[in-house]
């Protein structure tokens, strides 16, 4: 760990003085492109101590719409994670996740809280292309389209130099899970919303302590409503109960085991099917016959059934051997009602702007 306490940071390979930061625009004469701008910006409302914080919600199941935070949120969440992983002085952290976004953002909150050494690059699909060959770091936060480049380009050992790593904005399909089995640094996948300042809960991917549930980070009081989603209070949340819409199973009080969107139930024949459980037998028997590409399931009209739960894959059409090998895996591990009756190719899914598929606006595009 370095000895002394940073004075500055990195962003997109220059460095910034905190106490130029603060009278930022003032005392920074170099040019900043738009993202730098917002950067920056925030560094200095938060160096100056503003109190409340607007953004907005990712709009992956629904339009993105502002929401406003309040400094104790983010500091508590914050000092939350910092804890957890044993975040301090001198530990240096890469941001790289869009910091307009309280992924990204809270990687700053982090970093400022804890003095920790910030290097900061535009989002990108290898954030470690942009950054010194020879940089190390303790902590980052990814999406799992950013981990699979990352890992694809050879940079598992800079992972691995890493004391653990966040993985958010979207589920880790199978073929990424087993990427990262061999890595010593501990890969932790996080649930959490912008309501709740990032992450509330995280799951271990990797090592002797991965494990298929999600467990709740202390002071948080994780409960359920009547229709079996997951409810959420705690200091993060300014103390008010916020009611998602993910249907969960409690293993008790601190465990529980994320089961998918009550939204995306699909209604087959009067049988309700989770979307996301069926998606996720899907992405293990694509990647059984050689085919690891992203996918997922939604309800389409049908005269007789009301909806056909139908599976979107993004590319090429199977073959019709690779057709009949994929629905024979799926017979034998999904409920009747549950296989897909349907097989729909889209030659490229939609993203919002913080990498999590945009079931929607792919569904309007075909």
């Given at each position: ?17 905190y ?20 950067v ?53 952290a ?8 309280i992924g ?34 303790d ?42 089995q ?10 959490g ?92 028997a ?23 739960v ?18 024979a ?11 897909p ?16 598929l ?9």
């Amino acid at each position: 760990m370095p000895a002394t306490l940073p004075t500055s940071l990195l962003l997109n390979g220059r460095e910034y003085a905190y106490a130029a930061i603060r009278e930022y625009p003032a005392q920074l004469d170099a040019p900043v492109n738009g993202y730098e701008a917002k950067v920056l910006d925030f560094i200095r409302q938060w160096l100056n101590g503003t109190q409340e914080f607007t953004l907005t919600t990712s709009g992956s199941t629904g339009p993105p719409s502002p929401i406003v935070l309040r400094r104790r949120q983010l500091e508590a969440s914050a000092r939350r994670t910092a804890d957890f992983f044993d975040l301090g002085p001198g530990d240096r952290a890469l941001v790289c996740l869009n910091c307009e976004y309280i992924g990204g953002m809270m990687m700053l909150v982090r970093g400022l809280e804890r003095n920790m050494h910030l290097t900061i690059v535009e989002p990108h699909a290898d954030p470690f292309a942009y950054v010194a060959a020879d940089a190390e770091f303790d902590f980052s936060a990814f999406v799992p389209l950013q981990l699979k480049a990352v890992l694809a380009d050879g940079h598992a050992a800079r992972l691995d130099n890493m004391k653990a790593f966040l993985i958010g904005g979207a589920p880790a399909d199978a073929s990424l899970t087993q990427e990262l089995q061999p890595l010593k640094a501990a890969a932790w996948l996080t649930y959490g919303m912008t309501e709740t300042c990032s992450h509330v809960a995280l799951r271990r991917l990797n090592g002797p302590q991965a494990a298929p549930t999600f467990r709740v980070l202390p002071g948080i009081a994780a409960g359920q409503d009547e229709r079996g989603c997951l409810t959420l209070r705690g200091d993060v949340t300014d103390d008010q109960l916020i009611v998602t819409n993910d249907v969960a199973q409690l293993l008790d009080a601190h465990t529980f085991e994320w089961l998918g969107r009550a939204d995306f139930v699909i209604n087959s024949g009067g049988v309700k099917v989770p979307a996301e459980k069926v998606e996720l037998v899907l992405d293990v028997a694509l990647a059984e016959i050689g085919q690891s590409r992203r996918c997922f399931v939604a309800g389409q009209p049908d005269e007789r059934l009301g909806q056909a739960v139908t599976a979107f894959i993004e590319g090429p059409a199977l073959s019709a051997e690779q057709e009949t090998l994929l629905k024979a895996l799926l017979a034998e591990r999904l409920g009747r009602y549950e296989q897909p009756r349907q097989f729909a190719y889209v030659p490229e899914f939609q993203m919002t702007a913080t990498g999590k598929l945009n079931r929607a606006a792919t569904l309007r595009t075909l």
